[in-house]
Every structure is written in structure tokens, then in C-alpha cells.
């Protein structure tokens, strides 16, 4: 990208603010966009907790960057300007009070680092301060469900996997030392790339996402069905342990007459029930492991969580470098007089996509990009999972073994399982 600054001018200042849940990555964003900025003779703001303090119309909550503060964090975790989930569209006035307060900042320059519901936003502060406050959004997410082009991944989503595969790994070893199972709930509020992604990498058993049941609602037992199956299948091959990844967004797609005792469970301000607060791995495990038993198999059934392990991660090489190229291009993106735009890398070339182009017509939100069951990818990825599929069923011999295996006869299994042999 050429290097032209004329539309800016010495002594302008950027502000960098980061929303949303953490991801291995930020610190190296707000190195690069700082590194940038100062370079160009630009003064750089960070803004500490998000929208939180703006919100409010409380400009204080500042500090300073400059090369030397900035020059060696890109190698941590965390962020170093903090971040939350306070969403300044929920009232007009939390807007106006967030544009107000960047005002006063002087901030010409804005770049937010976030997720879906950051990018809005941010789209959102652009539109309220019309020409006063050129805006750039840098996106980030560990559950890389944002819809950048060509399918490129978020940042953090690549040291999220990596670091998630070494926990799985271990969790798989353990598995087999003691003879157990292990129910792994993977972050990804909406998408289940996360849980598949290890999953994948790891070669655990097997993992289960949302996008498997298309967007309808299903019950519990359908769910239960899926892994209980997978345990009798393992079962039938001389094997009583097994790792199932489970993504936590599971919780949205199981019919809500089965969630009711959960309808106290908290939302954040943006209105996504939190799903931490859902004990789903030890409602699947105890609804699994009370079939099992009640035909006389006793197995040990641990549910894990992994999510915040992950999401404060030193950043491996490729998120360094990643973030890196990030940062830049949204610096010059501003540079170069633009604003209202989601910065993205493709094929080594800066893509800026418009904020408005990623707003869904149905929903009035962001788009969400989500796991593609139809792909090659995914049919690759189910082949190598151990779950009860039609040959199971149309096996005679199979079939019989796989009924011992659960302590029923063939009749009562094909009856039980045999409706998961039929794509959903």
C-alpha cells in the first residue's frame, strides 16, 4: 500500500479502543497501529475499558501510547487498554455521550478492536459523528465468526486452536490412562469453529456444532442420542474412554422447553445469554450417564470447559505477524481519508469491507459467519469422527455388536439411534 498522508495532518490524534471478550492478538494490533501513527507524526490515545467510560461521557479513562511503550508487547496476551462488553448503542444517550466524549478527546481517528457486536459499534459511532470522527474496525475473535473475506480467520482464533488443541491432548491422554470420557464445551457463542477446529487438530472422538441442525431446534435427547451412540460405538471396538468437543453455542439450538429451568440464566449488555453461566457439560454428561447406567454400564463421564484458558494467550508467530499487518492497514486505511470500514487481509492484500455490508437486513445486526456442514472440509472432519452413521444400521453384524455393546437388543437400538443415520 502506497505511503500518502496528505489528508492528515501533524498533531491529529488516533484513539484505539478494544470491546468484546479478549483475544490472543490485541496487544500486537495496538503495537502496530501506535508504531504507525507516531511515525506519521500523529499523537495515539488508548482508551482504557472499551465503550464503558465513554459511554458515560467520561473522557478520563485515557493513556498515552507512544514507540517505547508499545515496542515489545505484541509477544503477551491479554490487553494492555483492558476491555468490556458495554454496549453504547443501547440508548441514544450512551451514543451521544460516546461521541461527545471522543470529541473532547479531540480524537480524529478512531479504531476499534473487537467482535460482532463491537463492529456495530463502531459503525454506529461513525454514522453519529458524521465527518468528525474517521472510524476503522479491526476484528477479532476467538470464536472467528466474523464474514471476512475469503474465509481468512480471525486473529486470535489461530493461538486459541493451537493452545486449545495441547489442553484436548492432554485431556485425551488422560481419557485413556483412567478409562473415561471427557465432555470438552468449547467457546463460540453462535459458531462452532472453535470446538472444531480443535477438535480436528486434536483427533479427539469426535465434536458436535450447531450448524449441524440448520438452524432448527431440537431436543436434549437429540444431543444426548449423538453422544451416547459415539460411547456404545467406542464401546463396540474394546475402548471405554473418548474426548467429545462440544461447542457451547449447542445451548442455542436445543428446543427451549428443555432450557427452562435455565431462563433466569444472565445476559451481557448486548443481550447474548452468557453461556458460563449454563452448566450444559454437566446437564449433557448426567443425562448421559444416567442412560448408560440404567442399562448396567458404569462409566465415568468429566465435563470440561476451555474458553478462558485460551482467549489471554501469549500469541503464536502467525497471530504476531498477522496482528501486525492488521494494524498497519487500519492506520492507513484512515491515512488515506477513509472511514467506516472492517479491515481484512487476503492473500497478503489489505480488504476493507464496508460496516454496512456486514449488517444481516433480516436481523439489523452483524452477520455471523458459520460453519459450512456442506463443505468438503466439514465432510472430511465427520469421516474421521467416531459416531453411529447408516452403515452402522445397515450392517446386520454390526448392528448386533453395537447392540451388546449397550446392553439392548438390535430392535431396541435401531429404534433408540437409528434416526441419527439420516443427515439432519
Known amino acids: 500500500m502506497e505511503n500518502s498522508f496528505s489528508s492528515m495532518n501533524k498533531g491529529e490524534r488516533v484513539g484505539i479502543l478494544v470491546g468484546g471478550g479478549p483475544a490472543p492478538g490485541i496487544n500486537g494490533v495496538i503495537r502496530a497501529i501506535t508504531i504507525e501513527a507516531v511515525n506519521t507524526g500523529l499523537k495515539v490515545v488508548g482508551i482504557l475499558d472499551g465503550f464503558r467510560w465513554l459511554a458515560r461521557g467520561d473522557n478520563s479513562r485515557i493513556v498515552n501510547l507512544d514507540i517505547s511503550t508499545v515496542s515489545r508487547i505484541h509477544f503477551t496476551g491479554g490487553s494492555i487498554l483492558r476491555t468490556s462488553r458495554i454496549n453504547p448503542t443501547a440508548t441514544q444517550e450512551m451514543m451521544d455521550n460516546t461521541v461527545r466524549a471522543l470529541r473532547n478527546l479531540e480524537v480524529d ?12 459499534s ?34 486470535g482464533y489461530q493461538t486459541a486452536r493451537h493452545v486449545g488443541v495441547g489442553l484436548v491432548h492432554n485431556i485425551m491422554t488422560d481419557a ?30 469426535l465434536a458436535l456444532v450447531p450448524e449441524e441442525f440448520r438452524g432448527e431446534k431440537v431436543p436434549l435427547r437429540h444431543i444426548a442420542d449423538i453422544l451416547e451412540g459415539a460411547i456404545i460405538k467406542r464401546r463396540s471396538m474394546g475402548k471405554d474412554y473418548g474426548t467429545a468437543v462440544l461447542a457451547e453455542g449447542l445451548t442455542e439450538v436445543i428446543d427451549p422447553e428443555d432450557l427452562q429451568s435455565l431462563a433466569g440464566v444472565e445476559r451481557d449488555d448486548h443481550g447474548h445469554i452468557r453461556y458460563s453461566e449454563i452448566p450444559f457439560g454437566r446437564i449433557i454428561a448426567n443425562e ?25 494467550a501469549d500469541p503464536i508467530p502467525y497471530d504476531c505477524e ?32 464496508p460496516l454496512k455490508e456486514m449488517i444481516d437486513p433480516d436481523t439489523g445486526r452483524t452477520q455471523i459467519r458459520l460453519v459450512n456442514v456442506d463443505s468438503d472440509s466439514f465432510r472430511v472432519a465427520r469421516k474421521y469422527m467416531i459416531r453411529l452413521d447408516q452403515e452402522d444400521f445397515l450392517d446386520q453384524k454390526q448392528l448386533l455388536k453395537l447392540a ?20 439432519y
Open 109 to 120: 481517528y478512531l479504531i476499534t478492536i473487537g467482535g460482532d457486536d463491537t463492529a456495530y
Open 122 to 155: 463502531a459503525m454506529s459511532v461513525d454514522q453519529a459523528s458524521g465527518d468528525s470522527i474517521h472510524v476503522a474496525h479491526v476484528p477479532k475473535t476467538i470464536d472467528n465468526d466474523l464474514p471476512l473475506p475469503g474465509r481468512a480467520s480471525t486473529f
Open 176 to 205: 485413556q490412562t483412567t478409562s473415561r470420557w471427557y465432555f470438552v464445551i468449547a467457546m463460540g457463542r453462535k459458531a462452532g469453529h472453535l470446538a472444531l477446529g480443535i477438535s480436528r487438530a486434536a483427533s479427539a472422538t
Open 288 to 312: 448421559v450417564r444416567g442412560r448408560l447406567k440404567a442399562r448396567g454400564i458404569d462409566i465415568v463421564i468429566v465435563k470440561k470447559n476451555i474458553g478462558y484458558e485460551l482467549r489471554c
Open 322 to 353: 498477522y496482528t501486525q499487518d492488521l494494524g498497519y492497514a487500519a492506520m492507513s486505511y484512515l491515512e488515506h481519508g477513509k472511514t467506516g470500514a472492517m479491515i481484512s487481509l487476503q492473500g497478503g492484500q489489505v480488504i476493507p469491507v
Open 404 to 423: 451388546r455393546a449397550g446392553h439392548m437388543v438390535p430392535d431396541e437400538f435401531l429404534e433408540t439411534f437409528g434416526y441419527l443415520a439420516q443427515p
